[in-house]
């Protein structure tokens, strides 16, 4: 008898429109020391699995059938009472954002005071004891210090770290984790992952872990359950699930994942998921608007009709390659770096005081310069806080450097006093942001929200013109032009990522900035996202930096790579390289962290010969 | 947090001279001064001599200065219409209008604060039902109906509650209290009611949205996730939390009270300062409206001052700035 076993679990949310079916006919099993992992996309119902098991769903949802049994005894039709005992008690629950899980009007010891107290019903010194015990074997240093603080003064791993010290309060025989790692940097979420691993096979707690990410599921687990609309699609070791899927869900899932080890040509379309539509992938660039004007005054523009109508799956041009090697080497005369930063800096005021000694300032770029070539992929990489969105951010004018000298196709931005001086280049330059729910205004119409900037920057003559030309736009992006109609929440993160995609297209822009872009979507919606945005750049041939915290992304995307550390660029390559043979120490310990994914099935990718 | 507060105490200090510079502006340049305190025979030689006597010619800065100088000492002069000094006016009747405010102030909380947090525990309780509609009209209806209703069916009908002033009232000092006589306490009833139902109904509200709120978060999640009883997971995690943005509603609430006083106090003939500032009003009496405006202000900017000092009690948050720099 295992330790955990779920039997046909069925989840209802009853609505006024009948009733939708969360989950059905699942069934799992946890054996003590083992690590089980639930991986699917966002709706698949992995998380409310979790929640029933522990009897938390959330109202109206309920339990229509099925058992959960633990260590023998059926938990599932429990008095309320009889239940919440058990939660704490003898299942553990991990959350995704430790930001939020813990009180923040409490300190720590309090938080875990009151719950071993409860649970073992100790005395307030033993509690204090164990309390601080606890912390020290999820490895925070110095505990007798820190248990007095407040959950705001911890980092975000620190405080994931706390969050497992109170689910393993009582001991727990069962852990479940829903998205442990999600909100993490990778080296944090590599130690919180090693640390789960080692206290669940050290304690031979059974241990379920709910995720998206195969990097993890890879990492830790020894079995996997793959779940595809509220259904189990497929159950087994993970080294099968990973190498040789059976399910063809399975498998295009497998096939979107990017791949730290090899550069794909592009990801493979997935079948599987909901707006699986391929954009229109051959069209004539010099005839289409996109193309036009795409003359940008210093004839660095002129390469884009030439080499267009190839389409994609052709080989970059030479420009870009050329200039990969040295610094504008093998260039024209006057065809210098597109984007070229020098010794920017960048000072924020984190305690602002009347007297300057008080001030506490922190840098969030340190004389940073850096090239970016014309038609090149700039990939710029490095763990929340180095500084990536900050130079970013620097460059599209939404914060002002310090010190430093940004140049855009020779013009110096830094040195353009007027507001008006500077839309000729805003228009140049574009944005795509990371949070497609947030980026976008939910009180206006597509149609509205990607002609916004034809209008500003008077690029099409009368309204009909311009609807034309949105429409072609949502074209190009896979989505239609009957999406102009409808706002943005009729949408999913995917489909709205390509409204932002066509909004940053809309002026026609050389240099397209993408700060995250696919960080907040599923995996094989990402597929698609990186695909289009693959597509559209070597089509317009558009120059872009690209920003990822996500190593096996820029992979994929990038032709080159910046990695940033502390503000501070440790490391400038061409991808391949960098990933082939690190330089730097902190690149080195990056790509260690990387999810290695060796086992992965390569059905039906098509892998990019090495140049 | 040094820094903080003296930042908030110049702000305070900042507030009150605005208010005193249109409490001066009122006093000096609504009527002629002159005018309101002399008789009608009065010859222009007389007028010129009392003009430069007061100082009525003096400079405009020099004025004001002597304006905010007497008036942080509480003298504003002599009231026109009582021919006394406004200082002694205003002692006499402060203390009905802050018994008055204190006492509803706490009905409102007191009642409002555990409705609020029974209806967003039990939504779709009868009761919680019961109390939102209630709320609905304490919102909605005006304070002086309220008044006029209570007068009806409690004064006038039933007979068991005076209709106004403040009934007896014991001296203590200068203070005089009605809370220790039965005539004092039943006078103080329905005034209170009245002055507290739509703050009440507001925190209930308030504390109904926020406590709503916070239960919706991660943090409550977990603490239900680690078995934590519900009643500790309620009052413990969640109310603590909500406390922070109600204290701010409630503390400018408190200062409302004292403010909205003036209507309540008219309809039951409480002898406030509401009263007396209605009356200043209706004679042109400007020296009493004048230190009634700077002691409404005084008493706002006194009560934010505390609501700032209880934010740093209740939030750690903002207590600890210095020690989160070692906070990797």
Known sequence: ??????????????????????????????????????????????????????????????????????????????????????????????????????????????????????????????????????????????????????????????????????????????????????????????????????????????????????????????????????????????????????????????????????????????????????????????????????????????????????????????????????????????????????????RFTTRPSFFKRNRVYLDAVKDLSLDIHEGEVFGLVGESGSGKSTVARMICGLHTPAAGAIRFAGTELTSLAREADLDPFRRQMQMIFQDPYSSLNPRMRVMDIVAEPIRFHRLAGGREEVEGIVSDLLEQVGLGAGAAIRYPHEFSGGQRQRISIARALATRPRFLICDEPTSALDVSIQAQVLNLLKDLQELLRLTMLFISHDLPVIRQMCDRVGVMQGGRLCEVRETEALFESPEHDYTRHLLALMPRLEGLSRQGLEIEEPA | MPAFLLRRLLQSVVVMLTVALIAFALFRYVGDPINNMVGQDTTLEEREELRERLGLNDPFLLQFARFVREASAGEFGLSYQHRRPVRELVAERLPATLELSFVSAVLALLVGAPMGVYTALRRRGILSRGFMTFSLIGVSLPTFLIGILL??????????????????????????????????????????????????????????????????????????????????????????????????????????????????????????????????????????????????????????????????????????????ANGQ
């Open chain 1, 1 to 346: 008898m295992a330790l955990l076993d779920v039997r046909n679990l069925r989840v209802e949310f009853p609505s006024r429109r009948g009733s939708l079916v969360a989950v059905d006919g699942v069934s799992l099993a946890v054996e003590p020391g083992d690590v089980l992992g639930v991986v699917g996309e966002s709706g698949a119902g992995k998380s409310t699995v979790g929640n029933a098991i522990i009897g938390l769903l959330e109202p109206p949802g309920e339990m229509t059938a099925g058992e959960v049994h633990l260590a023998g005894r059926r938990i599932d039709d429990l008095e309320p009472g009889e239940k919440r005992k058990l939660r704490g008690k003898r299942i553990g629950m991990i959350f995704q954002d430790p930001l939020t899980s813990l009180n923040p009007l409490q300190t720590i010891e309090q938080q875990l005071v009151e719950t071993i107290e409860l649970h073992l019903g100790t005395g307030e010194r033993e509690a204090r004891r164990r309390g601080v015990d606890l912390l020290r074997q999820v490895g925070i240093p110095e505990p007798e210090l820190r248990v007095k603080q407040y959950p705001h003064q911890f980092s975000g791993g620190m405080r994931q770290r706390v969050v497992i010290a109170l689910a393993l309060c009582a001991e727990p025989d069962v852990i479940i984790a829903d998205e442990p790692t999600t909100a993490l940097d990778v080296s944090i979420q590599a130690q919180i992952l090693d640390l789960m691993r080692a206290l669940c096979k050290e304690k031979d707690v059974g241990m379920m872990i709910i995720t998206h990410d195969m990097g993890v599921i890879a990492d830790i687990t020894d079995r996997v359950a793959v779940m595809y609309r509220g259904r189990l699609v497929e159950h087994g070791a993970t080294v099968k699930i990973l190498g040789d899927p059976d399910h063809a869900y399975t498998r295009s899932l497998i096939s979107a994942v990017p791949r730290p080890d090899v550069r794909l040509v592009r990801f493979p379309l997935v079948t599987y998921i909901e707006d699986a539509k391929e954009t229109p992938r051959h069209f004539d660039v010099r005839r289409h608007w996109l193309g036009q004007a795409r003359d940008f005054g210093d004839g660095a523009g002129a390469g884009a009709g030439a080499g267009a109508g190839a389409g994609p799956g052709a080989k970059k041009g030479d420009a870009a390659r050329a200039g990969e090697g040295g610094d504008g080497g093998g260039r024209g005369p006057g065809r210098g770096p597109l984007i070229s930063l020098r010794g920017l800096h960048m």
């Open chain 2, 151 to 324: 007068i009806l069916f409690f004064g006038v009908i039933l007979r068991w509650l005076p209709t106004f002033g403040r009934g007896e009232v014991v001296a203590i000092g200068w203070w005089t209290t009605g809370f220790l006589t039965a005539s004092g306490l039943k006078s103080l009833i329905m005034p209170a009611i009245t002055l507290a139902l739509f703050q009440m109904t507001l925190i209930m509200r308030l504390i109904r949205a926020e406590m709503l709120e916070v239960l919706r978060t991660d943090f409550i999640k977990f603490a239900h996730a680690r078995g934590l009883p519900a009643r500790s997971v309620h009052f413990r995690h969640a109310l603590k939390n909500t406390m922070v943005p109600v204290i701010t509603i409630t503390g400018l609430q408190l200062g409302s009270i004292i403010a909205f006083a003036i209507i309540t106090e008219s309809v039951f003939q409480w002898p406030g300062m509401g009263l007396l500032f209605i009356q200043a009003i209706g004679e042109v009496d400007i020296p009493v409206m004048a230190a009634y405006l700077v002691l409404i202000a005084f008493f706002f900017v006194f009560i934010n001052f505390i609501v700032d000092l209880l934010y740093f009690v209740v939030d750690p948050r903002l207590r600890a700035d210095k020690a989160t």
